[in-house]
């Protein structure tokens, strides 16, 4: 009982036998609290035998580490991944459902209608069909000894797949899954050989923060857009963070019908304005993307709290030199543009927010210098994390995530079709979603994420108050489907 009088210091705890460990990157710890869903309708039906066999094959020869366990040891988080995978310590949790009918009727994705302009849909109540029961959800679940991070539910129908991939945000982001996609449709097709692979202690965060030394990075800035805050300002950030979760308490998700032909309309109509302009500057169909969803989110406002807008960028491609291997963990940071009011974000055209995401990602890119010195800084408490804020106390802020570029839509999954539809062809996901944990520790609310691509539409997940959703529904800016 009179431990804490102990003047002598614990040993080190030792890792478990059998494994190799890797400590959690900053950029891993930044939102553990969060866990995903990532869920693919795939409109075929595929053999499960062989999406298991070809899963396990693609962690157990060429991306280990996403068999790995979460652990905190010492103090730090880390991964601790087996050296050898076996039916008592699988590469990852594998469940499997069958329904005997057919798909049809199963809203995924909603029926919106004839629409030409976008709209907001209900989110279905499907995550069953994409998780089983008892899949780890929070990261206390994830720290019990020997819980995979990485937890597959397949569901079959007569004609179609359901595939959910539930993992700690800890694990990966989104380009990170798109790794671990490749590598095991590869596998499906018999192609695995030719897939590199990524070292279990591959880490090049690591090798950042020995190698660079940050200066002059601001004290209180020192990640571009994210901040310092102090004690004094990181309570003021958190007592308003909690009053309005005090007042606003339930959070619901819904999604962001945007028709593809509609966007691109916006998108000349747009380089159209800065043309007549006489500006030289451009902007994305991404950049548009981002700016009517702001615009449909704020469009009720009529303050002047600043909004700070984050886009997602990928170091992996920003930093090849370091990036030597495929990269399973998180790697992406984000581009923060000049803080806007919020009135004025709901209603300036559409062009000036566009134009503003563009000019912040375009700094962004070109300036790896002061991205590897943030780097560097941020993994000097690996394993621990560093807390920073996005936006300082009385702001708001949208933090956009964007999965176009891991063209999820376009993964083939075809070498698991059974045996009697092998030759059909291609086999890739008509709909792409994520659904976040049940009851989750941290509101999700302030964001979205553009999660589906076809040829016809873009699907966003976003999530808000049953306050703000009210709001947003009186104001008429969007139609509700």
């Not at 020192?222 to 909690?242: C, D, K, M």
């Not at 302009?277 to 981002?290: A, F, H, N, P, T």
């Not at 621990?384 to 891991?406: I, K």
């Amino acid at each position: 009982m009179f431990s804490w009088l102990d003047w002598r210091k614990k040993a080190p705890e030792s890792p478990p036998l059998g494994v190799d460990t890797v400590v959690c990157s900053a950029s891993d710890l930044s939102s553990k609290d969060v866990t995903l869903t990532y869920c693919f309708v795939i409109p075929a039906p595929l053999d499960v035998d062989k999406l298991k066999a070809g899963l396990f094959a693609a962690i157990e020869q060429k991306l280990p580490r996403c068999g790995a366990r979460l652990a905190r040891r010492n103090g730090l988080y880390e991964f601790q991944i087996p050296r050898q995978f076996t039916q008592e310590v699988p590469a990852a949790g594998f469940t499997h459902v069958h329904k005997s009918q057919p798909f049809a009727g199963t809203p995924l994705p909603p029926n919106v209608g004839d629409v030409e302009q976008p709209c907001m849909v209900d989110m279905p109540n499907c995550a069953s069909l994409f998780r089983a029961s008892g899949t780890p959800g929070h990261l206390d679940d994830f720290l019990v000894p020997g819980t995979p991070l990485l937890h597959v539910h397949v569901t079959t129908f007569e004609d179609a797949t359901l595939i959910g991939l539930t993992a700690s945000h800890v694990l990966w982001d989104a380009h990170g899954l798109r790794t671990l996609l490749s590598a095991w449709t590869a596998a499906l097709e018999g192609e695995l050989d030719s897939v590199e692979g990524s070292a279990v202690d591959f880490n090049p965060f690591q090798t950042i923060y020995q190698s660079v030394t940050p200066r002059n990075l601001p004290p209180g800035e020192p990640v571009r857009g994210w901040y310092n805050l102090g004690t004094f300002g990181t309570l003021h950030f958190i007592v308003r963070f909690v009053w309005r979760l005090f007042r606003e308490p339930k959070e619901t998700a819904r999604l962001f019908y945007i028709p593809k032909p509609w966007l691109a309309a916006q998108k000349e109509a747009c380089m159209a304005e800065l043309a007549a302009r006489g500006s030289k500057e451009w902007v994305g169909s991404s950049d548009v993307l981002i700016a009517t969803f702001c615009k449909v989110l704020h469009a009720h406002r009529t303050d002047s709290t600043p909004v700070h807008i984050h886009n997602p960028v990928n170091v992996r491609r920003l930093l090849p030199t370091y990036f030597t291997q495929p990269f399973l963990n998180n790697a992406v940071t984000l581009a923060s543009a000049v803080p806007i009011p919020a009135a004025q974000l709901g209603s300036q055209p559409v062009v000036d927010t566009a134009l503003e995401i563009r000019r912040a990602v375009n700094a962004y890119v070109v300036n790896t210098d002061v991205l590897l010195q943030e780097l560097a800084w941020s993994n000097a408490a690996a394993g621990v994390g560093r807390t920073l804020f996005p936006c300082r106390p009385g702001g708001d802020f949208a933090a956009v995530s964007n999965w176009r570029s891991a063209k999820f839509n376009e993964v083939d999954w075809s070498g698991a079709r059974v045996d009697w539809e092998k030759n059909k062809g291609a086999a890739c996901a008509t709909f792409v979603t994520a659904y976040a944990q049940d009851n989750p520790r941290i509101p999700l609310r302030g964001g979205g994420s553009v999660c589906s691509e076809t040829e016809d539409a873009i699907w966003m997940s976003v999530g808000r108050s049953d306050v703000d959703w009210e709001k947003i529904r009186k104001n008429g800016n969007v139609r509700f489907a």
